[in-house]
């Protein structure tokens, strides 16, 4: 892999027809990206390259998600002062009250979705049913959202732009005419301008 | 505006009188005037004026470029004017904002009035709390006793300060030349190069031309020819400004305004480089002064 | 043509009076009366009713219930934002923005589109100091995409490769650190500070398999691999692959950044003099080894 960058690198503009004859009798389209330009040693001073590297830290994934209480049982042993402080002693800032971002989460519209009670609790005398219902996330009511709101600062209520965030196709309300933001995509086979 | 009518009737017959302000389709201009200056004058003439930035659909409106150097008014050409900025739809209310800022940011109150704690006297307090059959107080100087301090009153100095949006400012400044062009208010010269440095001469040209008693001279540099500063310097109603003076509350207390030509391409390169800028987004936000 | 609005009002006000200070107005209603807080209307109680701890300012803390288990406290804690702090954001711009960018000429497609050039449009920011780092391209619009364009982005999907590739493009995902985004989303500040140009810093080890992978198009990855790739793509959806070599733009569609370079025809530890016009290189051999690797 190193080689062929190396390669590249050293190489001014065209490649060899030797190279590329060998390429294309395999199919693949030749496709050799020119960098700009390659005077950094970064690519070559790994030589079991960055792949490898890769493999091995993949256990160790600082984002597990699947971790739950362990991580969060110190946040609620801590003493806990759950009223709204508006203007901090040091730096006269609202503060969050850390137990609403905790339990519950924000979608981008406004409300606020959480966990059903004793989700976790005493499964093994709870139906199969049961179980899959008290699984789900539930809406928080429009007067509690609001005063959730109220208890966090700004920057729960900016929008987070996450990838692999699972609950991404709720932050908008596009099905419903009311909620839609975004003008409707053209029909198929309409294009801009659209009168003469 | 009688005058005006009264003038138009009288005026010669082969005199190109049929030419309105401004047109949005029309293709003969550059040939009619042309002619009315082989008829009347051998002068070059400035037949168009290519606009940098043109609309898609190639529009645009035209209008006279007039002389200064005589009394007598004489056409020397004519030429396109953008028509994002000078024939956009009038908004009113745009220009009020404008006049309302224009008159209101500069103010400062130096209005103080005194409190109960700066009024003379009022430390003691009046009669004892009870036993008397008064109502209790704890100072003459309270802001409900007569000649008291003022509870809420001006506390000097308070500013008026705001800044409007730029896209508030921008569309009044469009509005308003918009409104001069339609209304025939709006007069293109191509320098102000004037022979004399009597007042009397512009008055007499501005008496001929028909413009309004004030006349508001748009120039591109801030040095004005000689001969017209000191002319017009001594006529209170007739003012003259560079183009970074041109402003909306200015356009409305005189009647004409008189552009030059440089004043009139660098009006319109501005305004269109901040009508169209990538990072209107700051301009968006709320001005803070202490981020100027 | 039917007689725009404009063309109205402007000739109804040849007819009209002069335009002057005397009579203009605000629109009905922009204008309120400040509602003073006097006797009975807007004053008295000032909104506050009779007595009770709202009028006497003796509140009880947001979310109480005197006493009882509140609402904020009854539900089980979940790991919604567990790593909130550390997780990375790239704001999502779709294809359909993108196109709308090209079409009305916000971006130069003969040129490589870079994380400045979209920003320069003012359609799209970024704030590296909310934690965003990068764009994010997504498939809104993918089927209206008609652009042949050499974009470099920092995180995509499958399906935006596919769009871009079956035009005759090329997409790159390059990763940028936060103190180099300061300088790309603000160009002009960050050469005024007079700060030579950092070097890139490589992916954290949670974003290097991402930037590694030549299904990604990762600016890390084997360029032989992302041409296996690219053919994988184009049997999976089905389009022709066009033959990039036989471009002529070829050479615009295959420049790319080295991995510690930030700004196309840059060097890191370079200085540019925006006043003087000219751009200061180290010397020191140091320095040159530091910034190369």
């Known amino acids: 892999m190193l080689r062929s960058l190396v390669n590249s690198c050293l190489r001014v503009g065209v490649s060899s027809r030797a190279l590329q004859d060998n390429v294309v009798s395999h199919g693949y389209n030749f496709f050799k990206p020119q960098l700009a330009r390659c005077f950094s040693t970064v690519l070559l001073q790994n030589p079991n390259g960055f792949g490898n590297e890769a493999s091995s830290l993949r256990n160790i994934n600082m984002l597990d998600n699947s971790l739950r209480l362990p991580v969060l049982a110190p946040l609620l042993l801590q003493q806990q002062s759950r009223t709204v402080t508006k203007f901090s002693l040091g730096r006269g800032k609202r503060q969050t009250v850390k137990s609403v971002p905790a339990r519950f989460y924000r979608l981008d519209w406004g409300i606020w979705i959480r966990r059903i009670a004793g989700a976790h609790k005493k499964l093994w005398k709870k139906s199969m049913k049961r179980r899959m219902r008290l699984e789900r996330h539930v809406l928080v009511n429009s007067t509690r959202s609001y005063m959730f709101d109220k208890m966090v600062s700004k920057y729960w209520r900016t929008p987070k732009h996450w990838v692999d965030d699972p609950y991404a196709p709720y932050h908008k309300r596009e099905d419903y005419f009311c909620t839609r933001k975004e003008p409707r995509p053209l029909p198929a086979g309409v294009t801009f301008p659209l009168e003469k | ?292 | 043509m039917a007689s725009r609005g404009y063309e109205k009002a402007l000739t109804m006000l040849r007819t009209l009076p002069r335009v002057g200070i005397y009579n203009i107005a605000a629109n009905p209603g922009h204008v309120k009366k400040s509602k003073r807080g006097r006797a009975q209307h807007g004053g008295d109680k000032h909104g506050a009713g009779n007595k009770g701890s709202l009028a006497r300012q003796n509140y009880m803390r947001m979310g109480y219930e005197t006493g009882n288990n509140p609402y904020y406290l009854r539900f089980p804690a979940e790991p919604y934002y567990v790593g909130h702090h550390l997780r990375r954001q790239y704001p999502p711009l779709s294809l359909a923005k993108l196109q709308l960018m090209i079409d009305t000429d916000c971006l130069d497609t003969s040129k490589p589109i870079d994380l400045v050039q979209i920003c320069n449009t003012g359609y799209y920011e970024i704030k590296p100091q909310s934690k965003h780092y990068g764009v994010q391209l997504t498939d809104e619009g993918l089927d209206n995409f008609k652009a042949k364009i050499n974009i470099e982005v920092q995180w995509t999907t499958e399906p935006v490769i596919a769009a871009i590739e079956k035009n005759g493009g090329t997409i790159t995902t390059a990763f940028y650190d936060p103190h180099s985004l300061f300088a790309l989303t603000n160009v002009k500040k960050f050469l005024e500070s007079g700060e030579p140009i950092p070097k890139r810093m490589i992916p954290p080890e949670d974003a290097i398999e991402y930037y590694t992978n030549p299904k990604n198009r990762g600016y890390l990855a084997d360029p032989e691999k992302i041409s296996y790739e690219r053919l994988v793509l184009a049997q999976k959806y089905g389009y022709t692959l066009p033959k990039i070599e036989e471009d002529p733009d070829y050479k615009m569609l295959t420049e790319r950044k080295d991995p510690r370079q930030i700004f196309f025809g840059l060097e890191p530890g370079w200085i540019v003099n925006l006043v003087d016009r000219i751009i200061l290189k180290p010397t020191d051999p140091e320095l040159k080894e530091y910034y190369r690797t």
């Open chain 2, 1 to 292: 505006m009688f005058r005006k009518l009264v003038c138009r009737l009288i005026r010669p017959a082969g005199y190109p009188q049929a030419v309105a302000r401004f047109s949005s389709v029309q293709e003969t201009y550059p040939d009619e005037a042309s002619k009315a200056s082989q008829q009347y004058f051998n002068t070059p003439m400035i037949v168009e004026r290519k606009l940098e930035f043109p609309t898609k659909d190639g529009r645009s409106r035209r209008a006279w470029v007039e002389n200064i150097d005589s009394v007598e008014e004489r056409k020397v050409g004519m030429i396109d004017l953008h028509p994002e900025i000078f024939a956009v739809q009038p908004r009113i209310d745009m220009i009020w904002e404008n006049a309302r800022w224009q008159m209101n940011y500069r103010k400062v109150n130096l209005v103080q009035v005194n409190s109960r704690a700066e009024m003379r006297g009022g430390g003691r307090k009046p009669w004892q709390q009870k036993g008397l059959g008064k109502a209790r107080h704890g100072s003459i100087r309270s802001p409900i006793w007569y000649n008291g301090g003022s509870a809420h009153g001006p506390r000097a100095p308070t500013t008026k300060f705001y800044m409007l949006p730029m896209h508030t400012r921008l569309f009044g400044l469009k509005s308003m030349l918009s409104i001069k062009l339609a209304q025939d208010d709006l007069h293109i010269v191509n320098s102000l190069d004037i022979p004399t440095n009597d007042p009397t001469y512009l008055l007499d040209l501005a008496e001929e031309r028909l413009w309004g008693p004030s006349v508001l001279f748009i120039d591109d540099t801030d040095l004005a020819p000689e001969n017209f500063a000191v002319a017009a310097d001594s006529i209170p109603h007739m003012t003259i400004m560079p183009v970074y003076g041109l402003n909306v509350f200015s356009m409305l207390k005189h009647d004409t305004l008189v552009l030059t030509l440089a004043a009139v391409e660098r009006i319109e390169k501005q305004m269109l480089f901040f009508m169209n800028r990538a990072d209107r987004a700051k301009f968006g936000r709320k001005f803070l002064t202490s981020q100027v």
